[in-house]
């Protein structure tokens, strides 16, 4: 039974850390004008114990950056209000276990935004490879403020040529199907079994394609913090998510949208790993409070855009969503979906991941694989899982699922 406690251990400390620490107030660290901008160990691990976004807009929790030795990054910070521009920043790749000895990062630029500041940073190149919270430290003369974005930085000593990424979706936070079957286990249990097994594997990152909230707005309060805090603190991987219709819903002054903003991320946005480049779609931007997916014509006419850019690049494409918009069962996607397609079948996207249905699905076109992936966790015992998928070169070498079982080296 070492996997089960394992499981229950990792579920059920951390979902009271929350619960604990949800009464602490601010969600950024001021200091007073005397006292130099530096960072601090105890102002860090107290800020990263709150999941909710602060100033820092990118990198984050959901949308982060894999950085190699010597690679540059923009960090995208937000200004508080009352405060002037800097006079000084500092910039560190952060973790609890080591919040003492933070790796520094060499600030090499920093240019005034609409809404704060651009700050480039560089890896250096003898960085300790993980997964790291970015922190930033900035004084303006009168003030100083010490920001915390949570699993925002991998840093790895090379992309390689072949890696594998796990696509974990329909997490539904809290589902009472969630224990696996045994209504001894808590809820979340197999949550809890699958960042065991995403912690042990060789993969570069995860996708996580959304309805990672189990029902509506009314736990929204309690779905997106304990969830953030839970896979934030939880999982050693990067890990990059887009909305589910379960994730979005707007009643009233409870706005899914906005809860994403918070505790996620971007809800549409691209990266490179290699020479492939990943679009992360939101696939809920229209009509809210429906199951079925659709985009607006501005984030349509940003995906044309950037799969142009990749295309010139001569990058592999993968595009990811919670919703397919193309299944050869069912419809999941409103009209917007023909003119997505389209785009996708010009740029001659290879990959197109999905979640939504509940079950594996595969569906072809001329140019593109759309692979739908069963849920995390609401389902049946036999009918759970992730999805594991191996690149190589310019090709997609393996795609399979696997169960939340035992990690490596755990017994049941």
């Known amino acids: 039974m070492k996997n089960k406690n394992a499981a229950m251990g990792i579920v059920a ?47 984050r929790f959901a949308t982060p950056s894999i950085q190699p030795y010597g690679g540059e990054l923009a960090v995208l910070m937000n200004a508080p209000a009352g405060m002037a521009a800097p006079e000084e920043f500092e910039v560190y790749a952060a973790s609890p276990k080591a919040a003492e000895a933070p790796v520094a990062l060499e600030v090499t630029g920093v240019t005034p935004v609409e809404t704060g500041w651009r700050i480039l940073v560089k890896i250096p190149q003898d960085s300790p490879e993980g997964l790291y919270d970015l922190v930033v430290v900035a004084k303006d003369g009168k003030k100083g403020l010490l920001d915390v974005s949570n699993s925002a930085l991998s840093i790895v000593s090379r992309i390689p040529e072949e890696f594998s990424v796990l696509q974990v979706t329909d997490i539904h936070y809290n589902t009472k199907n969630s224990n696996g079957g045994d209504k001894q286990n808590p809820s979340n249990y197999l949550l809890g079994k699958i960042m065991e097994q995403v912690n042990a594997a060789d993969a570069a990152f995860v996708l996580n394609t959304g309805d990672f909230c189990q029902s509506s707005v009314n736990t929204y309060d309690v779905d997106y913090p304990e969830f953030a805090s839970l896979w934030s ?31 996620m991320g971007q809800q549409y946005y691209s990266f490179d790993y290699g020479n492939w480049h ?38 592999n494409i993968v595009m990811f969503s919670h919703h397919t918009p193309f299944d050869s069962d069912f419809v999941f996607w409103d009209d917007s979906r023909f003119a997505l397609l389209e785009v996708i079948d010009r740029y001659g996207v290879k990959l197109y991941l999905s979640g939504h249905r509940h079950t594996d699905q595969l569906d072809e076109s001329a140019t593109t694989k759309f692979i739908s992936t069963r849920t995390a966790q609401n389902a049946e015992p036999d009918g759970v899982g992730y ?20 990690a490596s080296g755990l017994t049941n």
């Open 278 to 315: 990943f679009v992360g779609v939101n696939s809920y931007e229209q009509p809210p409070n429906d199951v079925d997916g659709g985009i607006s014509k501005e984030q349509l006419a940003w995906i044309d855009s950037d799969l142009a850019n990749a295309r010139a690049a001569d990058k």
């Open 387 to 406: 999805r594991v998928l191996r690149f190589a070169g310019n090709s997609v070498e393996s795609i399979g699922t696997a169960e939340p079982k035992a």
């Open 233 to 263: 603190q939880t999982v050693n991987k990067p890990t990059y998510a887009v909305m589910g219709n379960h994730d979005g819903f707007v009643v009233g002054s409870r706005n899914g949208y906005e809860y994403f903003n918070q505790y």
């Open 13 to 59: 400390v951390l979902c009271a850390t929350v619960l604990a620490l949800s009464a602490v107030a601010g969600a950024t660290a001021f200091f007073g004008r005397n006292r130099k901008p530096a960072y601090d160990a105890q102002q860090y691990l107290a800020l990263r114990a709150l999941p909710e976004n602060r100033n820092i807009t990118y990198p």
